[in-house]
């Protein structure tokens, strides 16, 4: 049962830029604790997009960036591309559950 | 090159055992604490558990604690988890996955798939 809530899908035309929600509590997001973005593309392990809110580790386009505020987090894709198509979590630490927590996920489609 | 290779997934019985492994190349093993990140079929990620750098530190998602156990051995590179009282909602892709310093996960294995049915 995942405490960070994403919507199901998102979709774009190519170049187009899409948003992807991700929305916490108290207890994670709210908490202050860092939120981290993963992308899994269909059949593969998730690979690191955004770590620390808003920071892409190395070889990850600048097409991708993130953002935080109080309890919750967003991923913004701009000038989407076919390869973009994929699943997309959020991730964060809960200090009720004292553990991590991932989002529900949403998938991304390119149209 | 960094690389994390997971085995020991199969078919198991309800209320059976396993045991999978992740040996870990390409950076200091000791030095990163490594969790263990499951996916059942069509569904999302779940986070099962974690264990510190020096295995001092172990954590457990409410779902598998008191049945699963996760170790580490840094003398052979190498993460483990122990899986005991299976159920079918067990079933899933296990994946481990490196810690970086900032608790993202840096790096993933490729993932090995843990069926449980009779």
């Known amino acids: 049962q995942s405490v960070l809530t994403q919507p199901p899908s998102v979709s774009g035309a190519p170049g187009q830029r899409v948003t992807i929600s991700c929305t916490g509590s108290?207890?994670?997001?709210?908490?202050?604790?860092?939120v981290h973005w993963y992308q899994q593309l269909p059949g593969t392990a998730p690979k690191l997009l955004i770590f620390g809110n808003s920071n892409r580790p190395s070889g990850v386009p600048n097409r991708f960036s993130g953002s935080k505020s109080a309890t919750a987090a967003s991923l913004a894709i701009t000038g989407l591309q076919a390869e973009d198509e994929a699943g997309y979590y959020c991730q964060s630490y809960d200090s009720s559950l004292s553990g991590y927590v991932f989002g529900t996920g949403t998938m991304v489609t390119v149209l | 090159e960094v690389q994390l290779l997971e085995s020991g997934g199969g078919l198991v019985q309800p209320g059976g055992s396993l045991r999978l492994s992740c040996v870990a190349s390409?950076?200091?093993?000791?030095?990163?604490?490594m969790s263990w990140v499951r996916q059942a079929p069509g569904k999302g990620l779940e986070w099962a558990s974690g264990i510190s750098g020096s295995g001092a530190g172990t954590y457990y998602a409410d779902s598998v604690k008191g049945r699963f156990t996760i170790s580490r051995d840094n003398s052979k590179n190498t993460l483990y988890l122990q899986m005991n009282s299976l159920r079918a909602e067990d079933t899933a892709v296990f994946f481990c996955?490196?810690?970086?310093?900032?608790?993202?996960?840096?790096?993933w294995g490729q993932g090995t798939m843990v069926t449980v049915s009779s």
């Open positions: 996955a490196k810690a970086s310093s900032g608790n993202a996960f840096d790096i």
């Open positions: 390409g950076f200091t093993f000791s030095s990163y604490a």
């Open positions: 108290r207890s994670n997001i709210g908490a202050g604790f860092d």
